[in-house]
C-alpha cells in the first residue's frame, strides 16, 4: 500500500522498540496509534519515542520480491554493477531508461519524511518533559543527528526538497509544501548536525545508537559534498577535515575484512554508525539480494541476483590487493547448501562483503547490520579534504596508507595534487566498494570511474564498463510522481 506525504504528516507512524542494549532497543511491543498530546509526559515515553526514528533507518534495505531496494537502486546510478533482469525497474536504471514512477524514488522519498514527521515531533516535545537533563540533551542529539541524515540523502538524491521543521497539522500551511533550495536544506543539516556535537553524546556507541563519531564522520561527509558541486563552497575542505580528523584515534581497523558483515562485531572495531537489525524483531534480504541468480548458497528461499560487481570493476583493484582475493570483499565459488562436498560456481563475482554466513548456514533470516558509516570513510575523507587545502600532506598520507597497509599494498608517496586526489578517489571505489557511496562521489565530483583504463572521466561523457554513458538528468533522481499529483506546489527535476 503506498502513502503520499500529506498523509504522513497527518499520520505520523510510531514503530517502537525497547532502549536498554544494542540488542535490547530492538525488541519491545508496539506502541502505536497514541494521542501526540498526552503522549509526551515521561522519560520512558520520550526514549521509546526516539527508538522508533531509528527503524526508519530500514527504508534503504526495503524491498520485493523481484530484487528492488533502494540500497540497490543508489548503487546502480554509479554504473559497476549488473542485476537480476527479472526485474524491469532495475534494468531501467542501469540502462538510463527510468521514469517518476520507479517504487524506489517513492519509497525513499515518503519514509524520509515519515522519520523527519517524528524527529519534528520530538524535537517539539522532549523539551517539555520534566527528565534528566543529561538524558533529555543526549537524545535531543540524536534525533538532530537523524533528522540531518535524512534530509542529508533527500537533498543529495532529489535536490531542491521541502524543508519542514515542525509537525504538520491538517491546517497547516506545509501541508502541502512547495520545494526549498538546496543550500537552505544543507544550512538545516549542518545546523543540526552542530547542535548534535554540542547535546553530550558520547565519543562511540556500541550499542548502536548515535556517537559524537557518527556526528562527526557525517558532518565531515556533508561538508566535503558542499565543498563540491552543485554547491562549490571550496571554504568548506578544510571543515571536512577537521571534523573527520576528529574520530582517526576513536576508531579502529579491523584486522578481518569478515568482521564487517558479522554478527559478533556489529557496532564495533571501525563500524561507527550501522541500521540494527536482529532475528525475532527486523530481519533484511541483504544476503539475498546480493547472492548470484538462482544458485543454491545458503540457507534462503530466494537467491536473486540484484546486485552483481562487473567483472570490469572487480579487474580494477591493483594486483595482489587483498580485497579483490576470493572471499574477502568478493567471491565466485561457494560450498553447495545441503551438499558441502559440492562447489556451486557463479560464474559473476557476487559481494561476500554482504554474505552473513549465520543466516546461511542457519535459518536463512538474515540480521546483518547494514552500515552507513565506518572508519575508512572517514580517513579518505580527511585525506581529500586536506589536500584539496595544502596538497598532499604526511598526514594525509598516513591515513590511506593504513586502508592500503591492510589491503597488502605498497604505500603512496611523491604524488602531485592532482595524482594524490586520483588517488584517494580510486580508494574510495575500491574500500567503500557498493556501500552507497559511488553515486554520490559522481554527484559531487561530475567524474567518473572508468574502470577499463583506470582512471576519471567526465560523467557525461565517459561510457561505463556497461556501454552507458550518464545522463546528466541522472545527477538527481526524480521528485515521486504520485507526490507531484498529490501536491501541485511540487516541481519536477530537469530531464524527467
Given at each position: 500500500?503506498?502513502?503520499?506525504?500529506?498523509?504522513?504528516?497527518?499520520?505520523?507512524?510510531?514503530?517502537?522498540?525497547?532502549?536498554?542494549?544494542?540488542?535490547?532497543?530492538?525488541?519491545?511491543?508496539?506502541?502505536?496509534?497514541?494521542?501526540?498530546?498526552?503522549?509526551?509526559?515521561?522519560?520512558?515515553?520520550?526514549?521509546?519515542?526516539?527508538?522508533?526514528?531509528?527503524?526508519?533507518?530500514?527504508?534503504?534495505?526495503?524491498?520485493?520480491?523481484?530484487?528492488?531496494?533502494?540500497?540497490?537502486?543508489?548503487?546502480?546510478?554509479?554504473?559497476?554493477?549488473?542485476?537480476?533482469?527479472?526485474?524491469?525497474?532495475?534494468?531501467?536504471?542501469?540502462?538510463?531508461?527510468?521514469?517518476?514512477?520507479?517504487?524506489?524514488?517513492?519509497?525513499?522519498?515518503?519514509?524520509?519524511?515519515?522519520?523527519?514527521?517524528?524527529?519534528?515531533?520530538?524535537?517539539?516535545?522532549?523539551?517539555?518533559?520534566?527528565?534528566?537533563?543529561?538524558?533529555?540533551?543526549?537524545?535531543?542529539?540524536?534525533?538532530?543527528?537523524?533528522?540531518?541524515?535524512?534530509?542529508?540523502?533527500?537533498?543529495?538524491?532529489?535536490?531542491?526538497?521541502?524543508?519542514?521543521?515542525?509537525?504538520?497539522?491538517?491546517?497547516?500551511?506545509?501541508?502541502?509544501?512547495?520545494?526549498?533550495?538546496?543550500?537552505?536544506?544543507?544550512?538545516?543539516?549542518?545546523?543540526?548536525?552542530?547542535?548534535?556535537?554540542?547535546?553530550?553524546?558520547?565519543?562511540?556507541d556500541q550499542t548502536g545508537r548515535v556517537s559524537l563519531g557518527a556526528v562527526h564522520t557525517l558532518l565531515a561527509s556533508v561538508y566535503l559534498t558542499t565543498a563540491g558541486f552543485p554547491m562549490q563552497k571550496t571554504d568548506n575542505y578544510a571543515l571536512a577535515a577537521t571534523e573527520a580528523?576528529?574520530?582517526?584515534?576513536?576508531?579502529?581497523?579491523?584486522?578481518?575484512?569478515?568482521?564487517?558483515?558479522?554478527?559478533?562485531?556489529?557496532?564495533?572495531?571501525?563500524?561507527?554508525?550501522?541500521?540494527?537489525?536482529?532475528?525475532?524483531?527486523?530481519?533484511?534480504?541483504?544476503?539475498?539480494?546480493?547472492?548470484?541468480?538462482?544458485?543454491?548458497?545458503?540457507?534462503?528461499?530466494?537467491?536473486?541476483?540484484?546486485?552483481?560487481?562487473?567483472?570490469?570493476?572487480?579487474?580494477?583493484?591493483?594486483?595482489?590487493?587483498?580485497?579483490?582475493?576470493?572471499?574477502?570483499?568478493?567471491?565466485?565459488?561457494?560450498?553447495?547448501?545441503?551438499?558441502?562436498?559440492?562447489?556451486?560456481?557463479?560464474?559473476?563475482?557476487?559481494?561476500?562483503?554482504?554474505?552473513?554466513?549465520?543466516?546461511?548456514?542457519?535459518?536463512?533470516?538474515?540480521?546483518?547490520?547494514?552500515?552507513?558509516?565506518?572508519?575508512?570513510?572517514?580517513?579518505?575523507?580527511?585525506?581529500?579534504?586536506?589536500?584539496?587545502?595544502?596538497?598532499?600532506?604526511?598526514?594525509?598520507?598516513?591515513?590511506?596508507?593504513?586502508?592500503?597497509?591492510?589491503?597488502?599494498?605498497?604505500?603512496?608517496?611523491?604524488?602531485?595534487?592532482?595524482?594524490?586526489?586520483?588517488?584517494?578517489?580510486?580508494?574510495?571505489?575500491?574500500?567503500?566498494?557498493?556501500?552507497?557511496?559511488?553515486?554520490?562521489?559522481?554527484?559531487?565530483?561530475?567524474?567518473?570511474?572508468?574502470?577499463?583504463?583506470?582512471?576519471?572521466?567526465?560523467?557525461?561523457?565517459?561510457?561505463?564498463?556497461?556501454?552507458?554513458?550518464?545522463?546528466?538528468?541522472?545527477?538527481?533522481?526524480?521528485?515521486?510522481?504520485?507526490?507531484?499529483?498529490?501536491?501541485?506546489?511540487?516541481?519536477?527535476?530537469?530531464?524527467?
Amino acid at each position: 500500500m503506498k502513502f503520499n506525504l500529506r498523509k504522513y504528516w497527518i499520520c505520523i507512524v510510531l514503530l517502537v522498540l525497547s532502549v536498554s542494549s544494542c540488542k535490547k532497543y530492538l525488541n519491545e511491543k508496539d506502541y502505536g496509534n497514541f494521542v501526540k498530546n498526552n503522549y509526551f509526559t515521561t522519560a520512558s515515553q520520550a526514549q521509546t519515542f526516539v527508538n522508533g526514528i531509528y527503524t526508519q533507518l530500514h527504508l534503504f534495505q526495503n524491498g520485493d520480491a523481484y530484487g528492488e531496494s533502494p540500497f540497490i537502486t543508489i548503487e546502480l546510478f554509479a554504473g559497476h554493477a549488473t542485476s537480476l533482469g527479472q526485474s524491469v525497474n532495475n534494468g531501467n536504471v542501469i540502462h538510463q531508461r527510468t521514469d517518476p514512477v520507479n517504487p524506489g524514488f517513492e519509497d525513499v522519498w515518503q519514509n524520509s519524511y515519515n522519520a523527519i514527521a517524528n524527529a519534528n515531533l520530538a524535537l517539539e516535545r522532549i523539551p517539555g518533559i520534566a527528565m534528566d537533563d543529561t538524558q533529555k540533551n543526549k537524545l535531543l542529539g540524536e534525533v538532530y543527528f537523524l533528522r540531518a541524515f535524512f534530509y542529508y540523502h533527500l537533498v543529495r538524491l532529489y535536490g531542491d526538497v521541502p524543508l519542514i521543521t515542525n509537525s504538520v497539522t491538517v491546517n497547516s500551511p506545509d501541508l502541502y509544501p512547495s520545494r526549498s533550495p538546496v543550500a537552505d536544506v544543507y544550512d538545516l543539516i549542518i545546523g543540526d548536525l552542530q547542535k548534535a556535537e554540542a547535546s553530550g553524546l558520547p565519543e562511540t556507541d556500541q550499542t548502536g545508537r548515535v556517537s559524537l563519531g557518527a556526528v562527526h564522520t557525517l558532518l565531515a561527509s556533508v561538508y566535503l559534498t558542499t565543498a563540491g558541486f552543485p554547491m562549490q563552497k571550496t571554504d568548506n575542505y578544510a571543515l571536512a577535515a577537521t571534523e573527520a580528523e576528529k574520530v582517526l584515534n576513536e576508531y579502529t581497523l579491523f584486522d578481518n575484512y569478515a568482521y564487517l558483515h558479522d554478527n559478533a562485531h556489529k557496532n564495533q572495531g571501525e563500524l561507527i554508525f550501522q541500521g540494527q537489525y536482529l532475528v525475532g524483531v527486523a530481519t533484511n534480504a541483504i544476503p539475498q539480494l546480493t547472492l548470484p541468480f538462482n544458485l543454491p548458497v545458503g540457507a534462503y528461499g530466494d537467491h536473486l541476483g540484484a546486485m552483481i560487481p562487473t567483472d570490469e570493476f572487480v579487474a580494477s583493484y591493483e594486483a595482489g590487493d587483498l580485497r579483490a582475493e576470493e572471499r574477502q570483499f568478493y567471491f565466485s565459488s561457494y560450498p553447495q547448501y545441503g551438499d558441502d562436498t559440492k562447489t556451486v560456481v557463479f560464474g559473476v563475482h557476487a559481494l561476500y562483503k554482504y554474505f552473513h554466513a549465520e543466516s546461511a548456514l542457519g535459518n536463512g533470516q538474515s540480521d546483518e547490520n547494514w552500515t552507513f558509516l565506518r572508519l575508512p570513510e572517514a580517513m579518505l575523507i580527511y585525506a581529500e579534504a586536506t589536500n584539496e587545502v595544502s596538497g598532499p600532506t604526511q598526514a594525509a598520507y598516513d591515513q590511506v596508507n593504513k586502508i592500503r597497509a591492510r589491503a597488502k599494498l605498497a604505500p603512496l608517496s611523491g604524488l602531485t595534487k592532482d595524482q594524490f586526489r586520483e588517488a584517494i578517489w580510486r580508494e574510495r571505489y575500491h574500500e567503500l566498494a557498493y556501500e552507497d557511496k559511488a553515486y554520490f562521489d559522481i554527484q559531487r565530483t561530475h567524474m567518473v570511474y572508468d574502470v577499463v583504463n583506470n582512471t576519471f572521466g567526465d560523467a557525461l561523457s565517459t561510457p561505463n564498463e556497461q556501454g552507458v554513458t550518464m545522463k546528466e538528468q541522472y545527477y538527481l533522481w526524480p521528485i515521486p510522481q504520485r507526490e507531484i499529483s498529490t501536491n501541485n506546489k511540487l516541481t519536477q527535476n530537469p530531464g524527467w
